[in-house]
Each structure stands twice: as structure tokens, then as C-alpha cells.
């Protein structure tokens, strides 16, 4: 990763689905140092970039699925640094596409 604060985390991906200009989705790893497994045997969530077409422009959805494949003691913490996490990104992509 080379997001600040987490440049010491692996990150593991396996692209799902992709469909040009409508969809990208992709299954990750969650890292769990205190686990002590790899990565690649940690658990994963889906996410998908949904895009499509609206009046004036395009809509883009972000949904991340499958918390309930993590450890139940990491699941709150996990869901709400990702929304945190995704958040940011949604701002990045508007700021990018709005230059």
C-alpha cells in the first residue's frame, strides 16, 4: 500500500469482473497483523466500481460486500475504516474528474 500510516501493509487482490465502462470489481485481503496468517490466507471482501450513465453524466457506485467472511472481533473495525477509506477515494475521483 502507499497510503500514509499503511505503507507496511501488504495488499492482495484477484480482479473478479471487468466490463469496460460499467464495471470493475475485485476481491481483497484483509490484513490482520495480530493473526499472523499471510495475506493470501487472510479473508477477503468484494468491492465493485459500478458505473453508469445518468443525465449530465455518470454515476459512479461504490460497494464493498462480504464483512461477514472476517473475523467477527475485526468486522466493526474493518467496515468502518473502509467506508472511511472509500469516502476519501470517492472524493479523490470527484476532484480528479471535475479538473
Known amino acids: 500500500?502507499?497510503?500514509p500510516g499503511y505503507e507496511h501493509y501488504p495488499w492482495l487482490a484477484t480482479v473478479e469482473q471487468m466490463e469496460p465502462e460499467r464495471l470493475l470489481s475485485f476481491r481483497w485481503h484483509d490484513f490482520d497483523e495480530a493473526s499472523g496468517l499471510a495475506v493470501a490466507d487472510q479473508p477477503t471482501t468484494l468491492v465493485e466500481f459500478r458505473l453508469e450513465p445518468v443525465a449530465g453524466g455518470t454515476l459512479?457506485?461504490?460497494t464493498e460486500s462480504g464483512f461477514e467472511a472476517l473475523p467477527e472481533h475485526r468486522r466493526l473495525e474493518v467496515l468502518r475504516?473502509?467506508?472511511?477509506?472509500w469516502n476519501i477515494q470517492a472524493e479523490n475521483i470527484a476532484h480528479?474528474?471535475?479538473e
Open 1 to 3: 500500500m502507499t497510503y
Open 81 to 85: 475504516g473502509n467506508t472511511q477509506g
Open 60 to 62: 459512479l457506485t461504490i
Open 96 to 98: 480528479h474528474v471535475a
